[in-house]
């Protein structure tokens, strides 16, 4: 197994004491540092006092369930979350993905599978992942890409991104004639033969236009119909 050449404390949230030493002992066999919560009020003052690198969490859990935990740590920033989830429900999945998380695997699970997806974030913001292209900034349009501070900005306004959002968009806009299909733009973020649906691709770009149509960029990303996707020209028509 791949150790993290960084040290990286991340929160493990589910009700279930089983799973937790689970993920814990196998986040810690790969060398990341690892805190657990058992419900989403005290992992929500974890991640206040912490402030982990990556949040793994159960979504269906009692009083206050996953989807409230995501909606609150996305209030106050950008930590990468992963969500686990016990119901095969295409609908969970991507109304997860659409509240800001990252990734989501599915219960039951295996561990080495919850740590591979882990290290495939952190490696996205991690100072040591290869850029998809050189340079300490992208720009088209009106859209400009921060590469070394993970920013994406409209007209000099920054727009708030997850970091697959942003590593989408940053994949796009390096290579901005190029149509991307759902299946490229998987192998590029996460390796070729990695299990995510061209439905969470897609759930992805959603964001990405809606958050950036608020800022008057209604034309970020083109679709082609059967192919996939490209960057728009970026000028706010």
Same mark, same amino acid.
């Given at each position: 197994m791949i150790l993290c050449p960084m040290p990286r404390t991340i929160l493990v949230v589910d009700d279930?004491?089983? !799973? #937790?030493?689970?993920?814990?002992? @196998? /986040?810690?066999k790969a060398g990341l540092g690892a805190i657990e919560a058992g419900d989403g009020e $005290? @992992? /929500? @003052?974890?991640?206040a006092a912490q402030g982990p690198d990556l949040v793994v969490l159960d979504i269906n859990m009692p009083r206050m369930d996953g989807l409230e935990v995501c909606r609150r740590l996305r209030a106050a920033g950008q930590t990468p979350i992963l969500f686990l989830s016990s119901r095969d429900d295409e609908i969970d999945r991507v109304l997860g993905i659409e509240l800001g998380a990252d990734d989501y695997v599915v219960k039951p699970f295996s561990p080495r599978e919850v740590v591979a997806r882990v290290m495939a974030i /952190? #490696?996205? =913001? %991690?100072a040591h992942a290869p850029a998809v292209e050189e340079g300490r900034a992208l720009g088209h349009g009106r859209l400009r890409l921060d590469l070394e501070g993970w920013q994406a900005f409209w007209d000099g306004e920054e727009v708030a991104l997850t970091v =697959? $959002?942003? %590593? !989408?968009? #940053?994949? /796009? @806009? %390096?290579m901005p004639t190029r149509v991307f299909s759902r299946e490229a733009i998987i192998d590029r973020l996460h390796g070729p033969g990695f299990a995510v649906t061209d439905r969470t691709i897609d759930s992805h770009v959603r964001n990405l236009r809606a958050k950036f149509a608020r800022a008057g960029g209604g034309d970020l990303i083109e679709t082609r119909a059967g192919i996939g996707y490209r960057l728009g020209p970026c000028t706010g028509a």
């Open positions: 279930d004491p089983h !799973i #937790r030493q689970l993920l814990v002992f @196998a /986040l810690d $005290e @992992a /929500l @003052a974890l991640a /952190l #490696r996205r =913001t %991690s =697959t $959002e942003f %590593s !989408i968009l #940053r994949l /796009l @806009a %390096s």
